[in-house]
């Protein structure tokens, strides 16, 4: 038996990009930065559409009663485009997106993207003013939408100057705003795409570096800011994640298998918004490009998507570790046939080592997988997975063949530090995007030479693995004492009876602020405040020992990444603050 692993990341890298491989790498000046690209990407987002119609009877997006087909898809994205550029639209003008997962979303977003235009997924959670400001700040031209969104931003459209108009879905009642008008007077309902006319795909001349997206951050702390994209940025997606299922073989020392257009369907049951980068770059556009099929749900449900599962034979899931755990410790599990199961993956949020070790008993045949990204990245960067994931199950992965990784000094004058030392991650690759949209001043704080400063505190170890330690901005300080909180969270993640946890900061009068944790725990377990705090006693030093832990009897409150809202969890603590 070949002994594990059979050759370094170097060597796996090296022997996947050569010449004439699928993920062939070559190296160019992009904005005067030196960068290795995949050279077999597709060039555009628009070519991703086309590259789907080579599957023209496979079903893409499943929703309810909805079946999509790719042929369907591909008309209806035509269809739509065309009316768009008779509306004016062109290259650079933005195009804003508000909508729930739907069919309809990712139609309005490659029919605009096609032709040049900077699409602007916003948050679908927001608040009407929130929207008002991603509007306003995107200065967009046409808003597509559905019924709740619409009724959400009403108010606010006569305050939008650069809104021309406004294209909303699945909605019959009439609208007094002549901006305002039915998506379905365009395209129809998704069951009849497929007996649209077929009209070609815009030609306006499209390179891999023209902007294409405006994805805004998540906006934990301060305003949103918007990361601007191009092509590139979001196509490289398609190989990157390609690429790491391939490592994985070569690691065991395995030929990775070809491409095979006649191998079964992937289907993924997407559970993350495709208004972030997770869901659109990550997800969306290798289903769309590799013929896979994606099943949609209105909101995440653990036994909605165990018959999911079923009727759809789902192979792939995730997003964060609390969507596994949910489905793993569901007391109905049983009661479903989730065989077709053999990959979940998740981000987003610390994961314990015992999640590698339950997926693999329940699915013996799965691979799981973590990984690490942002929206500044176009969604993952790393990717931990199959043996590597299992030997080092608190790491977020290597860099890419594309990608490079550094750790950095957090005050400047900035630094490299040695392997093994923690400071800031810093990250560069094909994937980063340009700048911050409108934002000179803080483009130039976060984007230096190609990298991006991600405000994450990580280590590298010899390989390149990268071990994500907290948010700098984030991380604790309890009377001079560093507290990383990933490292109080992973802990409390390795009680048997905690499904979901979070570290916060409570306001010290002396010490400046002292650890509490919020704990969601599984259902039917049990566990105290008193046996929580001193578990983590056990293991490791007393002034990180939460001074309070509270339960919390539902999911943990997320944004879009995926990220806990730990803002919203410091309310819990709001009366504990000690002198």
């Known amino acids: ?107 309005a977003f490659f029919a605009a993207v096609s032709l040049g235009a900077i699409v602007t997924p916003l948050n679908a959670w927001w608040t009407g003013q929130e929207l008002h400001y991603g509007l306003t700040d995107s200065g967009s031209r046409i808003v597509i939408t559905d019924p709740e969104r619409l009724e959400r931003i009403a108010e606010h459209l006569k305050d939008c100057p650069d809104l021309e108009c406004v294209y909303v879905c699945r909605e019959d009642d009439p609208y007094d705003d002549p901006r305002v008008r039915r998506l379905e007077s365009v395209i129809g309902a998704p069951n009849t795409w497929a007996d649209l006319p077929d009209r070609p795909l815009p030609t306006m001349p499209l390179a891999p570096d023209d902007d294409a997206t405006i994805f805004y951050t998540s906006g934990t702390t301060g305003t949103p800011k918007g990361a601007l994209g191009t092509h590139r940025t979001m196509t490289s997606n398609v190989l990157t994640s390609g690429a790491a299922l391939a490592r994985a073989f070569l690691r065991r020392g395995q030929t990775p298998p070809a491409p095979d257009p006649s191998a079964p369907q992937r289907v993924t049951l997407l559970v993350v918004p495709m208004f972030h980068v997770t869901g659109c770059s990550a997800t969306l556009g290798p289903a769309l490009n590799n013929g896979g099929k994606l099943v949609l749900m209105r909101k995440w449900d653990a036994l909605e998507g165990m018959k999911l599962i079923e009727r759809e034979r789902v192979t792939n899931t995730g997003g964060v570790p609390t969507i596994a755990w949910q489905l793993i410790e569901h007391p109905q599990r049983a009661d479903f046939d989730l065989s077709s199961i053999d990959g979940i993956t998740y981000g987003g949020a610390p994961s314990a080592p015992e999640l590698v070790r339950r997926i693999k008993e329940v699915w ?139 570290l916060v900061g409570i306001p010290h009068k002396t010490l400046g602020e002292e650890p509490a944790a919020v704990v969601t725990l599984k259902e039917g377990a049990h566990a105290t405040e008193q046996e929580l705090r001193a578990f983590v006693a056990d293991r490791l030093a007393a002034f990180k020992v939460p001074v309070r832990v509270a339960f919390w009897h539902e999911t943990l409150p997320r944004n879009a990444n995926g990220k806990i809202m730990k803002s919203d969890l410091k309310a819990v603590f709001a009366g504990d603050a000690a002198a």
């Open 1 to 107: 038996m070949t002994s594990w692993p059979a050759m370094t990341i170097d060597q796996a890298h090296a022997i996947l990009t050569a010449p004439g491989s699928r993920f062939e790498t070559e190296d160019l000046v992009i904005r005067g930065v030196p960068t290795t690209v995949w050279k077999n990407a597709p060039p555009t987002l628009r070519d991703m559409v086309t590259n789907g119609r080579a599957f023209p009877d496979r079903e893409f997006i499943v929703h309810e009663t909805d079946r999509v087909t790719f042929e369907a898809f591909h008309r209806a994205v035509a269809v739509l485009a065309e009316r768009l550029a008779a509306d004016g639209i062109g290259k650079g003008d933005r195009v804003a997106l508000i909508m729930r997962n739907l069919p309809e979303w990712p139609v």
């Open 364 to 502: 013996p045949n799965a691979s799981a997988g973590n990984g690490w990204g942002m929206t500044e990245t176009s969604a993952t960067f790393t990717n931990n997975n199959s043996d590597d994931y299992v030997h080092r199950p608190d790491s977020c992965g290597p860099a890419p063949a594309v990608g490079e990784m550094k750790i950095m000094t957090v005050e400047a004058p900035h630094r490299e530090l040695p392997v093994g030392e923690v400071g800031e991650l810093w990250a560069k690759g094909p994937m980063v995007v340009k700048g911050y949209w409108n934002k000179p001043e803080a483009t130039a704080q976060t984007f230096i030479d190609g990298w991006v400063k991600t405000g994450d505190l990580a280590r590298l170890d010899e390989e390149g693995f990268c071990f994500i330690i907290d948010r700098a901005k984030d991380m604790l300080i309890r009377g001079g004492e560093n507290i990383y909180c990933i490292e109080v969270e992973n802990v409390l993640y390795d009680h048997p009876a905690v499904m979901d946890a979070a």
